[in-house]
């Protein structure tokens, strides 16, 4: 079965709102990284958070391994904050793959 | 900083055609993958290599090959491409393998005819 859960599958806000964009787990971990893609675009890494909390900007990241979870909060969301956004998880004992979720497609209306 | 490089960026094929995409890294990164996006769906491993001449397979390498000739390119080859196939193969590097920051390139966009 899907061992990475995103959600939700797709979003849209109004400028300035916030966003909280999940990603579960369903076997133990011992990375984790979120992206981002515009439409037609390269992946971008955001953050490499295998634990705890990391803050750039507007965006903050917190994986908590024990509770198999990571967010991704979007503050003061802007237009330009719309893409699809991607989890990946790298699982214990296996070295070099990554499973990415399926993604969250935001969308940010002015 | 770096930056990888993928050719071509748009591939059109035909039923059955071999297929040859190429990625170049300068960030002198040890680890290099490709991968596969479809519409609505996670990114697949298809393979990886953790240095120069090294061959990994992913979840999906039936129906591809790849070489790691130099530690700075990484090829893949997709040996017969299937009618109306429509995916992004992404490459990515990593300095090591640990699950280690991934960096990746814009994308190859195939269409088979």
């Known amino acids: 079965g899907q061992q990475v859960q995103q959600s939700p599958a797709s979003l849209v806000l109004q400028e300035g709102e916030n966003a909280e964009l999940q990603c579960n787990f369903s076997t133990s971990l011992n990375s984790m990284q979120w992206f981002y893609q515009r439409p037609g675009g390269s992946l971008v890494s955001l953050f490499y958070n295998p634990s705890g909390t990391k803050q750039s900007g507007r965006l903050t990241s917190t994986t908590v391994i024990k509770e198999r979870r990571s967010s991704l909060h979007i503050s003061s969301s802007q237009t330009t904050d719309s893409g699809t956004y991607l989890c990946a998880m790298g699982l214990s004992g296996s070295f070099n793959k990554l499973t990415f979720g399926a993604g969250t497609r935001l969308a940010v209306c002015p | 900083g770096g930056i990888i490089t993928q050719t071509p960026k748009f591939l059109i094929g035909q039923e059955g055609q071999k297929l040859t995409l190429k990625c170049q890294q300068n960030?002198?990164?040890?680890?290099m993958y490709w991968y596969r996006q479809d519409s609505g769906k996670g990114l697949r491993l298809i393979y990886y290599s953790i240095t120069e001449n090294d061959l990994q397979k992913g979840d999906l390498s039936e129906g591809y090959d790849a070489s790691r000739e130099k530690k700075s390119s990484f090829s893949l080859t997709v040996t017969s491409a299937q009618k109306n196939e429509m995916a992004v193969f992404l490459c990515a590097s990593s300095m090591g393998g640990n699950n280690e920051r991934l960096f990746f390139g814009h994308g190859t966009k195939l269409s088979v005819l």
């Open positions: 960030f002198n990164h040890d680890t």
